[in-house]
């Protein structure tokens, strides 16, 4: 029996909501996936933080299992592995609903616009078309037929269609690997103990202060150093101008020196906890911020020095 175009209509408006529905919560998944993944990297950190300060305190270890009897890692891990299982709920939902989806409504769509194009075929064929004497849904049938298969290639269907649902254990798996990699790198991969006290010196209030005046110093003189270097050049002095390079490349040395430790400090978690809790974080931060846009101007001048010839 043949169906009206309002059959088709009826038909395609259902099986473009309930593909909308789907692509939406594709979306939200994503969305959910990412900020929940962002939360387990943090807590993946903060375990890597805590095993360097038992490290520290003398416990040794290379894998997460030699650190989990310790009572904070545990209540990390545990808090780790309940965002884990609540990707695996998000997972599952998000699985369930586009394989019904699928089956129901994508097989759907394709089933209908077999049948529409069977019946714009067959009403093309009778006589009363090749006449224009009727058929007056001929010409919005074409046209549905025209937007579903616009349909096909829209981000909405497209989305549903092509998606391949994660699994729990990719997720899992990805946990186990950076807890991993946050053990073995907490001493071997980052700042030595050394290092790392070398560089909480150098930003505890007093030497901050000494820094900060060092560098100052310096970029006046690498500022003067370039002016006097034009001079040089001007006067074809080859002698003084080969002076000031030496004396500006040692300036820029020593800035960059000091511009190098807030630069692994900001990058080395350890540091940077200990920055967190520090009643001088915001003098730290402003003095970081001064220091490497200083030393990334200096730089530029000190090189244009360099080039300078007689």
Request: glycine share 4%; with cysteine; net charge positive.
């Given at each position: 029996?043949?169906?009206?175009i309002?059959e088709?209509?009826?038909?395609f408006?259902?099986?473009?909501?309930?593909?909308?529905?789907?692509?939406?919560a594709?979306?939200?998944?994503?969305?959910?996936?990412?900020?929940?993944s962002?939360?387990?990297?943090?807590?993946?950190n903060?375990?890597?933080?805590?095993?360097?300060?038992?490290?520290d305190?003398?416990?040794?270890?290379?894998?997460?299992?030699?650190?989990?009897?310790?009572?904070?890692?545990?209540?990390?891990?545990?808090?780790?592995?309940?965002?884990?299982?609540?990707?695996?709920k998000?997972?599952k939902?998000?699985?369930?609903?586009?394989?019904?989806?699928k089956?129901?409504?994508v097989?759907?769509?394709?089933?209908?616009k077999?049948?529409?194009?069977?019946?714009?075929?067959?009403?093309k064929?009778?006589?009363?078309?090749?006449?224009?004497?009727?058929?007056?849904?001929?010409?919005?049938m074409?046209?549905l037929?025209d937007?579903m298969?616009k349909?096909?290639?829209?981000?909405?269907?497209?989305?549903?269609?092509?998606?391949?649902?994660?699994?729990?254990?990719?997720?899992?798996?990805?946990?186990?690997?950076?807890?991993?990699?946050?053990?073995?790198?907490?001493?071997?991969?980052?700042?030595?103990?050394?290092?790392q006290?070398?560089?909480e010196?150098?930003?505890?209030?007093?030497?901050?202060?000494?820094?900060?005046g060092?560098?100052?110093?310096?970029?006046?003189?690498?500022?003067?150093?370039?002016?006097?270097?034009?001079k040089?050049?001007?006067?074809?002095d080859?002698?003084?101008?080969?002076t000031?390079?030496t004396?500006?490349?040692a300036?820029?040395?020593?800035?960059?020196s000091?511009?190098?430790?807030?630069?692994?400090?900001?990058?080395?978690?350890?540091?940077?906890?200990?920055?967190?809790d520090s009643?001088?974080?915001?003098?730290i931060?402003?003095?970081?911020?001064?220091?490497?846009?200083?030393?990334?101007?200096?730089?530029?001048?000190?090189?244009?020095?360099?080039?300078?010839?007689?």
């Open positions: 029996m043949a169906k009206k309002e088709f209509q009826k038909g408006a259902e099986v473009e909501k309930a593909v909308a529905a789907c692509h939406e594709i979306k939200n998944n994503e969305r959910f996936i990412g900020q929940t962002g939360v387990i990297d943090e807590g993946i903060a375990v890597g933080l805590e095993v360097q300060r038992l490290k305190k003398g416990q040794s270890g290379t894998t997460i299992a030699d650190f989990d009897k310790d009572p904070d890692v545990k209540k990390m891990l545990a808090s780790i592995d309940q965002y884990v299982q609540s990707i695996g998000e997972l939902r998000v699985a369930d609903l586009h394989a019904a989806t089956s129901k409504h097989k759907a769509f394709w089933a209908l077999k049948d529409l194009e069977a019946e714009i075929k067959a009403r064929k009778e006589v009363s078309t090749k006449l224009n004497l009727g058929n007056k849904s001929l010409p919005d074409e046209k037929l937007r298969g349909y096909v290639d829209s981000a909405v269907f497209v989305g549903v269609d092509a998606f391949v649902p994660e699994t729990l254990d990719e997720h899992r798996r990805r946990v186990t690997q950076g807890l991993k990699q946050t053990v073995a790198q907490t001493k071997a991969a980052k700042l030595t103990a050394e290092q006290l070398l560089d010196q150098a930003l505890n209030e007093r030497n901050l202060a000494k820094n900060l060092i560098v100052k110093s310096q970029a006046q003189a690498i500022a003067k150093g370039s002016q006097d270097a034009a040089a050049v001007a006067a074809k080859a002698k003084a101008l080969q000031i390079k004396e500006v490349a300036a820029a040395k020593q800035v960059a000091i511009a190098s430790i807030f630069e692994r400090a900001f990058k080395d978690d350890w540091i940077k906890s200990k920055i967190r009643k001088a974080k915001g003098k931060e402003s003095t970081a911020k001064f220091i490497t846009e200083a030393n990334a101007k200096l730089k530029v001048m000190a090189a244009k020095v360099q080039a300078m010839k007689v």
